[in-house]
């Protein structure tokens, strides 16, 4: 059965059922200003939420920043000011450090891992109960694949050329691990990367995939790229809803969110790994140079980042916890996609150690 078919058919039924219920009229934002095309994740989101409720729920969309700070989604939504944010989970990791596997992982997760865990292996179930502590449900409906990787104006060809260099990065584990490749880790929205760019307040910067880069401008302001971008194998996106407005919904209208941000999960991954080659295309006739780390530097890199994971999953049980059940999954999942390979979706990393997580899930 065609999406368009599927969701035509659930709008309808929902429609009916919803027909009957009160009215609910809800105001989400998001972290993205409309100059990123992260918002499109978003605004489709939106769209097949408002045609799958029918009557039952109406979604009001703002961009970010015209509510409220990126940086103040998540207590808006958490106070209930608002009943809804688009989020990138990682930018909470100073609330939980659980937030950050999360979002993403350092040279661990790709998207279809991620797509799959959610699903089928507990994932959509450690999200709830990581912002459940904070109010919220929470529903994943966004994922891209690698991305893109540092943009500067020296050259990276080895780790070596990270050696003092300032470089706008995200992620928890992600700084810890630049700091011990001798660079430093400077934080800061997407909105402002541009600029420091260009007046040299730092040396580089990674943000997203090719395609969100290029609506950044970044091909404006740097010369090089470096590839591939092993701090962010995978990033999830997903919508905090304030969980006094859930559960003001009838079980049908819940159901019928569930299903466009299932759909807008895989939508979005398709979306973005179309966008993403095109833009590729579109960085290297602006005369962008792209460099690529050879494997054994990759195969450095990995040894590196499951110390920082186990490292920092410990300083936390939840931490701990979510990686757990990440590892767990590539181990089972490692059964089946090693004998289909090289067909199979993915590589199986040399990851973490799993008994050295579990170690911690109680501590």
């Known amino acids: 059965m065609k999406l368009t078919h599927l969701i035509a058919t659930a709008t309808m039924s929902f429609g009916l059922t919803g027909a009957a219920t009160a009215q609910e009229s809800w105001t989400m934002t998001t972290t993205w200003p409309s100059s990123l095309e992260l918002i499109e994740i978003d605004r489709n989101f939106v769209d097949l939420a408002n045609k799958l409720t029918g009557d039952a729920l109406t979604i009001e969309f703002f961009e970010g920043g015209a509510l409220v700070p990126a940086g103040e989604v998540f207590g808006a939504v958490e106070s209930g000011t608002i009943q809804a944010g688009g989020d990138w989970p990682g930018y909470w990791a100073g609330r939980n450090s659980a937030f950050s596997p999360l979002a993403t992982t350092a040279s661990l997760f790709n998207a279809v891992d991620y797509v799959n865990w959610i699903q089928q292996w507990g994932g959509a179930e450690l999200y709830n109960e990581i912002y459940g502590k904070f109010g919220m449900v929470y529903l994943p409906y966004g994922v891209t694949n690698n991305e893109s990787g540092f943009r500067t104006n020296k050259k990276i060809e080895t780790l070596d050329d990270l050696q003092g260099m300032r470089l706008r990065l995200s992620g928890l584990e992600q700084g810890r691990l630049l700091e011990q490749l001798g660079g430093s880790q400077v934080s800061m929205a997407g909105g402002e990367i541009y600029q420091s760019l260009e007046r ?51 079980p049908e209208t819940q159901e019928a969110l569930q299903i466009a941000a299932d759909a807008n999960l895989i939508w979005s991954l398709a979306f973005t790994e179309k966008r993403a080659t095109e833009a590729y295309q579109q960085f290297e006739d602006a005369g962008i140079e792209i460099t690529r780390y050879d494997d054994e530097t990759l195969a450095r890199v990995q040894e590196m980042a499951n110390e920082v994971i186990v490292t920092t999953a ?50």
């Open 314 to 363: 410990c300083e936390n049980p939840d931490s701990a916890k979510v990686y757990l059940s990440q590892v767990e999954y590539l181990n089972d999942y490692a059964k089946w996609r090693d004998a289909s390979a090289p067909f199979s979706l993915g590589r199986t990393p040399d990851g973490p150690d799993a008994e050295k997580l579990r170690e911690c899930v109680g501590n």
């Open 200 to 250: 040299g307040v730092i040396d580089g910067a990674e943000f997203s995939t090719p395609n969100v880069d290029w609506s950044g401008g970044f091909q404006q302001v740097t010369t090089f790229w470096a590839t591939p971008g092993w701090h962010q194998s995978a990033s999830v996106f997903g919508v905090m809803v304030n969980k006094a407005s859930w559960d003001a919904l009838s």
